[in-house]
């Protein structure tokens, strides 16, 4: 599975995990009716799409998927600390602060997962630091 792959599954699994039992069901209708997809992305375009223009789609997915990955033990946090790192630049930093402050907590209540994955995390920390340290 290519990096692009793997933050998409977690971003919809983050998603999944955190729609309420009522929300994920009417979700799975809406999915699997052509009708009620092209009505929902219509709708979603109507009510939303002004944020969501405004929004790079490759960091709602790479946010996305850090809620995912934090706590999991697999190469999925691996795979989309990396990638954050990558795109760190093209993030708000109201984006930057809220992956920090994810991290940092997930960190500080040892739910970042075992060791290996918190030095993962502890370097997208440091690179976010050496990211925004002004240039000379």
């Known amino acids: 599975m290519n990096n ?7 971003a919809s699994r983050a998603l999944a995990r955190n729609l309420t039992p009522e929300q994920a069901g009417l979700l799975k209708l809406v999915l699997a ?16 799409g002004h944020k969501i223009a405004q929004k790079d789609e490759d960091n709602l997915k790479l946010i996305a998927a850090l809620d995912y990955a934090l706590g999991r033990s697999t190469t999925v946090p691996h795979t989309v600390a990396d990638e954050i790192k990558e795109h760190w630049d093209y993030f708000t930093n109201l984006e930057k602060q809220d992956i920090v402050e994810k991290i940092e907590s ?3 209540k040892n739910r970042a997962g075992h060791d290996l994955d918190v030095r993962k995390w502890q370097e997208v920390l440091d690179h976010a630091d050496l990211a925004s340290a002004p240039r000379m």
């Open 33 to 48: 009716n052509d009708n009620m997809r092209g009505d929902f992305l219509n709708q979603i375009d109507f009510e939303h």
């Open 106 to 108: 997930a960190i500080s």
């Open 4 to 10: 692009k792959s793997v933050i998409e599954m977690a």
